[in-house]
């Protein structure tokens, strides 16, 4: 993927993206041989060699992970045809190319954790790890005790059983409840569907927890950087 050079250069270790400018406009960067000043220039650091001072740079990136709490309105892939607004916009000063482990709908919120760690994200997302996560789903009427039962051990949906799941009322109205729902499977707006299978609608759903990483009071559409302890609370969620 072609990408602006400073960008590149900042992502190597070069330092920030200015001194990374800096250093394009003194002279001190090539490519493929050729000293480059041009600030505008894009290249893709898979097909060509860029230099710093004469000694190529190394792309490698160092591993990063992110919790972000994800707006409603955002999609999850890394571009929309649509020209929805990205995730990835909102990580502002990040210069590593990370994605998202798994997907969250356009209308729930909650934690989203992105890496450029592919390992990880695999592990976290294959169905044999059966790392869990935790929503908040608020829905219309009071689901009896049995349906939350139903959904709990688990109940048929397109042709599937969904696997057992945790779930606690947290608040109940006349109107709404809200509902805790804890569930290791990632399918297709599968809180949403397991909720109308019992007959209540979901009207807004929140990601609270990946495992026993919480996503505590981090304001929704601001990220931090999560350490080794954290990727551990995800991966101790079973
Ligand atoms: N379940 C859903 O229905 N939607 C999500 O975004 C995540 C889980």
Same mark, same amino acid.
């Given at each position: 993927?072609?990408?602006?050079?400073?960008?590149?250069?900042?992502?190597?270790?070069?330092?920030?993206?200015?001194?990374?400018?800096?250093?394009?406009?003194?002279?001190?960067?090539?490519?493929?041989?050729?000293?480059?000043?041009?600030?505008?220039?894009?290249?893709?650091?898979?097909?060509?060699?860029?230099?710093?001072?004469?000694?190529?740079?190394?792309?490698?990136?160092?591993?990063?992970? /992110? !919790?972000?709490?994800?707006?409603?309105?955002?999609? $999850?892939?890394?571009?929309?045809?649509? %020209? *929805? =607004?990205? &995730?990835? @916009?909102?990580?502002?000063?990040?210069?590593?190319?990370?994605?998202?482990?798994?997907?969250?709908?356009?209308?729930?919120?909650?934690?989203?954790?992105?890496?450029?760690?592919?390992?990880?994200?695999?592990? /976290? !997302?294959?169905?044999?790890?059966?790392?869990?996560? $935790?929503?908040?789903?608020?829905?219309? %009427? *009071? =689901?009896? &005790?049995? @349906?939350?039962?139903?959904?709990?051990?688990?109940?048929?949906?397109?042709?599937?059983?969904?696997?057992?799941?945790?779930?606690?009322?947290?608040?109940?109205?006349?109107?709404?409840?809200?509902?805790?729902?804890?569930?290791?499977?990632?399918?297709?707006?599968?809180?949403?569907?397991?909720?109308?299978?019992? %007959?209540?609608?979901?009207?807004?759903?929140?990601?609270?927890?990946?495992?026993?990483?919480?996503?505590?009071?981090?304001?929704?559409?601001?990220?931090?950087?999560?350490?080794?302890?954290?990727?551990?609370?995800?991966?101790?969620?079973?």
């Amino acid at each position: 993927m072609k990408e602006r050079l400073q960008k590149i250069l900042a992502r190597s270790g070069a330092g920030s993206r200015r001194t990374a400018e800096q250093y394009i406009s003194e002279g001190r960067v090539s490519i493929d041989g050729m000293i480059v000043t041009d600030m505008g220039i894009k290249v893709d650091p898979a097909d060509h060699e860029i230099c710093l001072n004469g000694k190529p740079i190394h792309s490698s990136e160092e591993k990063i992970y /992110i !919790l972000l709490n994800k707006p409603t309105g955002y999609v $999850t892939t890394l571009s929309d045809p649509q %020209g *929805r =607004p990205i &995730v990835t @916009s909102l990580l502002t000063g990040i210069d590593q190319r990370v994605f998202p482990v798994g997907r969250l709908d356009l209308d729930t919120e909650g934690a989203l954790l992105l890496t450029n760690d592919g390992e990880l994200a695999q592990h /976290i !997302l294959h169905p044999s790890f059966e790392i869990t996560k $935790t929503y908040a789903a608020k829905v219309i %009427g *009071r =689901p009896s &005790v049995d @349906s939350i039962e139903r959904l709990a051990k688990g109940i048929e949906l397109e042709g599937r059983r969904t696997s057992p799941a945790k779930l606690k009322v947290i608040r109940e109205t006349v109107r709404f409840s809200v509902i805790e729902i804890t569930i290791h499977e990632g399918r297709k707006r599968q809180v949403r569907k397991m909720f109308a299978a019992i %007959g209540h609608h979901v009207l807004e759903l929140k990601r609270i927890a990946y495992g026993r990483l919480k996503l505590g009071s981090l304001p929704t559409g601001k990220f931090r950087i999560i350490g080794k302890k954290d990727i551990e609370k995800i991966l101790a969620g079973k």
